[in-house]
């Protein structure tokens, strides 16, 4: 996986109707996002064994410190740009649009298709 340091995000907030099924996912799937954080923790550093576990636990016990903790965890490990006060907003004002925005990006980057779902990983096409 290339990193590049400090690099803009190639996905904007609201880009998530590029993958729809995903924002439904956080929409309509309780602990959606949660889920979507753990795989995106796993995918991003595969490595570490307890990513995905502590990116569900982090967004499940503390909801939307816990997604400030994972989206900043993620932008570092993607070398994204990261700003603190945009990751406070986006977690607390529109959670199912920046965790699609963080799927994206991490299946773009780390597997080059943003148009990957939940489904592919369920069955394992991730």
């Keep these: 996986m290339e ?5 803009d995000w190639e996905f904007k907030l609201f880009d998530c109707a590029k993958n729809p099924l995903m924002c439904a996912w956080v929409l309509c ?4 996002g949660d889920c979507m954080q753990a795989v995106t923790a796993k995918v991003s550093d ?3 064994r307890n990513a995905a576990c502590v990116a569900c ?5 503390l ?11 993620l932008s570092k490990k993607l070398g ?8 406070i907003l986006t977690a607390a004002c529109c959670e199912s ?4 925005q963080e799927w994206m990006e991490t ?12 489904v592919d990983y369920i069955q394992g096409k991730i």
């Design 80 to 87: 994204l740009k990261d700003n603190i006060f945009f990751n």
């Design 107 to 118: 299946m773009k980057r780390v597997k080059g298709n943003h148009e990957l779902t939940i």
């Design 3 to 7: 990193i590049k340091d400090n690099s």
């Design 29 to 32: 799937v309780p602990c959606g």
């Design 97 to 100: 649009c920046g965790n699609t």
């Design 63 to 73: 909801f939307c410190y816990g997604g400030v903790f994972n989206r900043h965890r």
């Design 57 to 61: 636990l982090c967004s499940f016990t």
């Design 46 to 48: 595969p490595r570490n």
